[in-house]
Every structure is written in C-alpha cells, then in structure tokens.
C-alpha cells in the first residue's frame, strides 16, 4: 500500500513565499509522475505542477514563473516552492503520485494567502 503525505502548508501575506512537501511511502518500485494540485471553495480541484523525470516539469499559467516542482527519487519526494503568492493562491493543496498506472493522493494541506 502506498501512503502520500503533504506538509508545509500555513498562511502567508500576499508576496510571500511557502514551501511544499510530500513523500511518499510504502512497497514500490519506482514512481512515474509526482504531481501538485489545489482545491480553492467552490472551485474544482486543478493542476497546479507535475514531473515526470527531474529535468520535465510543468506547470499551470496561473503559477508559471512563480512556482518550482522539484523531485527527489532517492527519498521518493516532492516540493513545491512557491513564491510570489497571491490571495488567489488559496487553496487546499495535494499531492499525487502515478506508480504502476495508478494515482495515490494525500490529504492535502492548507495554503492561506492573505493580508
């Protein structure tokens, strides 16, 4: 079984920066994609950034130039380094990872931009 857990999220004024985590854990061999999505309220969930190798991410307009994916395939993690964040950036942030053709997803945690 494999468990996806996110950390590092919290509230941070507009301009500001937060750092993202996830690892993952469990009986695997190797992990195709490691991706970020985000939930705002009454919005659906979307993509913010994925990487499929170290140097192939990719990321959303919206966060494009702002936001760096960067992965670790020795301890099987992903972050997410956001800076010049804006209200419009709130969300619920998860992470995901594709092993075998299949999505496991965190919890998610809260990112909060506000003044």
């Known amino acids: 079984q494999v468990q996806v857990v996110e950390s590092g999220g919290g509230l941070v004024q507009p301009g500001g920066s937060l750092r993202l985590s996830c690892a993952a854990s469990?009986?695997?061999?190797?992990?195709?994609?490691m991706g970020w999505s985000r939930q705002a309220p009454g919005k659906q969930r979307e993509l913010v950034a994925q990487?499929?190798?170290?140097?192939?991410?990719n990321y959303a307009a919206s966060v494009k130039g702002r936001f760096t994916i960067s992965r670790d395939d020795n301890m099987n993690t992903v972050d997410l380094q956001m800076n010049s964040l804006k209200p419009e950036d709130t969300a619920v942030y998860y992470c995901s990872v594709e092993i075998d053709g299949r999505l496991y997803w965190g919890h998610g945690t809260q990112v909060t931009v506000s003044s």
């Open positions: 990487i499929f190798r170290p140097d192939m991410p």
């Open positions: 469990g009986r695997f061999s190797r992990i195709y994609r």
